[in-house]
């Protein structure tokens, strides 16, 4: 069975969590971003729309010859399959199989095939409130990406773009761009939604380069209604596995009301193999669209009590209950002004959003996440949020918003970004305890 339609067939199930051995080389290191925040082609000459460049599809040519390997153990490589929404314990690792890939090289192979294309927006890595760069050897930034990388199914069969062309949706194209922009930044985390190619492009790519990757579709895709589907969408979290041990998953399905909604969050506990430190990690996609407000901010109350849980089971010995650091990452569907922004604000897990720190007075969230075009109008909004523990984690960067001009008239996604939604990234650091200063 092929790996599109084996996704088809894992509908409502996905890959056991697993862990492995750390990997050789440094895991606190984030190469490939300079002060720029990353590297950047020219803008070639002439309009997007006279784009003649030839880009061969992943595994199909000379040109994609890291992916055809992918490809290969891919299709070598059984999927363990499971309830989708019990907790799970931590298991070898199932990828061990695939060779491991030069993030440099298959950087470079992105580059190359999108010539073509113009530049992604340029974007900084800002300090808030003028904070210096931070490097300390025993307790290194830990690098988050947060990002809806539009489901592809959508984006070409339901959501509409009407300022972008479709051939700007050509997955032969856009898959290495999004490829390019998770190169480019190098997270040590990072949590994706609206993932509907994540048996056959995300996972063994991210396996290879040294990821460990969970998986969590939705219960009823939307994807599954258009033609020629790669299967439904869901979140997806990974981390590096040189940097992480993984202690446990738990897969939710949220609730509203003490009713399932077609909602996922996936929640991982792990342990910083530099520090002995432990981190709660959680990826969501909150139900979209105007008029579903309170079943938000129920999912969201669901979410929270499910972390409150989790994170005062979690900690080590050396813990206090409760006190487990979390980050939550998420494509909310909500604007600041909504309730479920306010819970998380106002929750006992004494959470703040890191994007603020981007204004001058630190309480302000950026004007935008998401900006597109459809036939309803133009949607300006923002929708995506890394919340962390303020009290045990501290922000030391984060990368910046692209402005209106960069974006372009005819706003996301475009030829030269892949979504609909900006990455958000920020790097982090453990708070100093009171007993490890003494």
Request: glycine content about 8%; aromatic content about 8%.
């Amino acid at each position: 069975m092929n790996p599109a339609r084996r996704c088809s067939a894992l509908f409502g199930q996905l890959c056991v969590s697993r862990t492995v051995s750390a990997l050789a080389g440094p895991p606190c290191c984030h190469p490939g971003v300079g002060e720029g925040g990353g590297t950047e082609r020219r803008t070639p000459s002439g309009p997007p729309g006279t784009v003649t460049a030839t880009v061969c599809p992943m595994g199909s040519s000379s040109s994609s010859r890291l992916f055809g390997t992918l490809a290969q153990s891919l299709n070598s490589a059984p999927l363990a399959q499971s309830d989708p929404y019990l907790e799970e314990s931590p298991d070898p690792d199932l990828d061990q199989n695939l060779a491991e890939v030069d993030p440099d090289q298959l950087l470079r192979e992105c580059e190359e095939a999108l010539q073509g294309r113009p530049a992604r927006p340029h974007r900084d890595l800002v300090y808030p409130r003028g904070m210096a760069p931070y490097h300390h050897n025993h307790n290194p930034s830990i690098r988050v990406m947060q990002w809806n990388i539009l489901a592809q199914a959508l984006g070409e069969g339901k959501d509409g773009f009407i300022r972008c062309p479709l051939d700007a949706l050509n997955w032969h194209e856009r898959k290495y761009l999004i490829l390019e922009e998770i190169l480019t930044y190098r997270p040590d985390i990072l949590c994706l939604q609206e993932v509907d190619h994540y048996y056959d492009t995300f996972q063994p790519i991210m396996a290879s380069l040294g990821y460990h990757g969970s998986f969590l579709p939705k219960p009823w895709s939307p994807c599954l209604d258009v033609e020629q589907n790669n299967g439904p969408d869901g979140c997806a979290l990974f981390y590096r596995r040189s940097r992480f041990s993984l202690q446990a998953t738990a897969h939710l399905r949220l609730s509203a009301m003490m009713l399932p909604t077609n909602q996922v969050a996936i929640v991982q506990t792990l342990n910083c193999r530099m520090t002995g430190r432990w981190l709660c990690v959680a990826v969501t996609h909150l139900k979209a669209r105007s008029g579903w407000e309170r079943l938000r901010s129920a999912q969201g109350a669901d979410l929270l009590q499910n972390l409150r849980s989790i994170t005062s089971r979690g900690g080590s010995q050396t813990e206090a209950m409760g006190a487990v650091p979390l980050v939550v990452c998420g494509d909310f569907n909500a604007e600041p002004s909504e309730d479920v922004y306010r819970r998380f604000s106002s929750s006992p897990l004494g959470l703040n959003s890191a994007y603020k720190l981007l204004s001058s007075d630190g309480q302000t969230e950026p004007a935008y996440t998401t900006w597109k075009i459809r036939p309803s109008g133009e949607s300006c909004s923002t929708l995506d949020y890394i919340w962390y523990t303020h009290d045990a984690l501290s922000v030391e960067s984060l990368l910046d918003i692209p402005t209106e001009e960069q974006i372009g008239p005819d706003r996301l996604p475009s030829y030269h970004y892949p979504s609909d939604h900006l990455s958000l990234l920020c790097d982090v650091s453990f708070r100093e305890e009171p007993h490890r200063l003494m």
